[in-house]
């Protein structure tokens, strides 16, 4: 008992109770101790921080200490973005340059082309001229140049078209509901192609050589065996087209097309000031279509010729398509001639060319506005166009360049010049016509 007395943590409370009241002693233990009193003076002096800023506080030490490091690897970032741009700035550069040097060099190869050309043209004989640039498939590539003037090419201005063609509607002409669509058909040129697609797969009416055999007093529509329907009349002969305009065919509501190679007598006979002619045709190059010619009649026509043969006899078909639309069958042709018939073919007619069917019908049918009624309508078309053609008649071809093709060439020279000027036609009816169309 003497031994906690003693000891120096009980000195302060070992206080008798007998000799303190009870309120006495409950002040004592109230009472603060010196060290507990200037902390809480302290206290009083400094107010302690909210909890949120203590928190930002520790928070700002962590950011300080893995600041320097964090901007060092920022630095680093926006300092290779800024090589980067620098570098694809500079490659854009060295492209630019290189592509506008590429430019020039070819801007200057094609001057230097068309300038070569233009001197050996000149340098040409008149019949090296006729093989060279009227051989009906020249083309701007062969040249060097491309003019938009070269889309048409110059005709006299004063030659007139033959009054005896005044009922054939000038094609940039409003339509009217009673104009009939008139193929002028030039044999071995895809005609007939082109009136089987538009009797089978447009399921259209149409006038040609088919009615022939069931002529009679009476027009009226015939079915072949496929279902084709044509009028019974036969409009590829004079005689057959006085008989068709007794029969009065124009005034026929159902008929849609008449096919015929007799421009003229069409015109003349069937055709009125009431009833006009929207015509179009199929064109091709005039040596292949003299050697389909040939071998297409070979067996009856010139049965023990070849075509060297053919080319050489009285049998060739010189400068057809000149004849026909000049109306000069017989006598000499001249160079009038061939002037009427370049503006009937430019003023007249919708140009389309075998080597391009299949664009050449796409505009025909926009020009009349021929529409194929479903899916089996077009796979027709695109049969007859591609791997169905009808009257395709496979024998050698006669090579560009060589002596026969010079040859038949230079016995066509009209129809050569004719040709050239149609590829001419086609290309500015493409950019003049057809827009308008669309």
Partial sequence: MKSLLSDSSLEDISIPLSSRDSSSVLELSRAPSAKSTASSDEEKATPKAPAHRAKYKRRRRVYEKIKPEYRYKKLETVIEGQELRNRNSWWGQKVTAILLTLFICIAGLKETTRMIQETKDEALKPEDKLNRVERGNVTNQETGSEDENDSEEDINELTEIPDKLRYLANIEDPALPTDRAFFWHIP?????????????????????????????DKISIISDLEGN???????????????????????????????????????????????????????????????????????????????????????????????????????????????????????????GLLRSKGESMRRIEAYFGWKLDGERANECQAALLDWNWPNKNKHQIVTEGTDLWRKIGEANDFDMKLYHHAEKVFKAQGKKLLPRMA
């Fill in 229 to 351: 329907q044509y009028i019974n009349v036969d409009t590829y002969t004079a005689k057959g087209l006085e008989h068709a305009k007794d029969l009065s065919l124009t005034t026929f509501p159902r008929v849609d097309l008449i096919a015929t190679p007799l421009i003229y007598d069409v015109s003349e006979q069937i055709l009125s000031n009431d009833y006009r002619g929207r015509c179009f045709t199929l064109m091709r190059h005039p040596v292949d279509r003299e050697v389909s010619f040939f071998h297409t009649h070979k067996a009856v026509l010139f049965e023990g010729m070849t075509i060297d043969d053919y080319a050489e006899s009285d049998s060739l078909q010189p400068n057809w398509m000149t004849r026909v639309l000049s109306n000069t069958l017989e006598d000499e042709l001249t160079t009038n001639d061939l002037e009427i018939a370049k503006h009937v073919l430019q003023e007249r007619c919708v140009v």
């Fill in 188 to 216: 071995r040129s895809g005609g007939a192609t082109v009136k089987l697609i538009v009797s089978q797969c447009f399921k259209l009416t149409v006038a040609s050589e088919q009615g022939a055999s069931d002529v009679s």
